[in-house]
């Protein structure tokens, strides 16, 4: 049984900064790409970065410069750092792994509960 738990989701004001983790846990083999997602009221989802295990990253335009993802892959965990936040960050944030479980011979993409992000002053 494989599991993502998000955490870090809350209300700040614009200019602000709030740090996202998530961590996979249960029986995995490897992991191959970890980011995040994030999805506003009546907008498509968006993704805003992902990061391979070596490190490599990709942001969407309207975040660069303000957000930086990392990750520990001793603890299966990523992260996503937001500073200068606006109101229009404001989303429900989805973290997500491609990673292969123990003993499959496939790898899936596998998703958070997601967790909420509200700036506002």
């Known amino acids: 049984q494989v599991q993502l738990v998000e955490s870090g989701g809350g209300l700040v004001q614009p200019g602000g900064s709030l740090r996202l983790s998530c961590a996979a846990s249960g029986s995995i083999s490897s992991i191959n790409v970890m980011g995040w997602y994030r999805q506003a009221p009546g907008k498509q989802r968006e993704l805003v970065a992902p990061i391979t295990t070596g490190g490599s990253t990709n942001y969407a335009d309207s975040v660069k410069g303000r957000f930086t993802i990392s990750r520990d892959n001793a603890k299966n965990t990523v992260y996503l750092q937001m500073n200068s936040l606006k109101p229009e960050d404001t989303a429900v944030y989805y973290c997500?792994?491609?990673?292969?479980?123990?003993?499959?011979?496939?790898?899936?993409?596998?998703w958070g509960q997601g967790t909420q992000v509200t700036v506002s002053s």
């Open positions: 997500y792994a491609d990673l292969t479980p123990t003993g499959w011979c496939y790898s899936r993409t596998y």
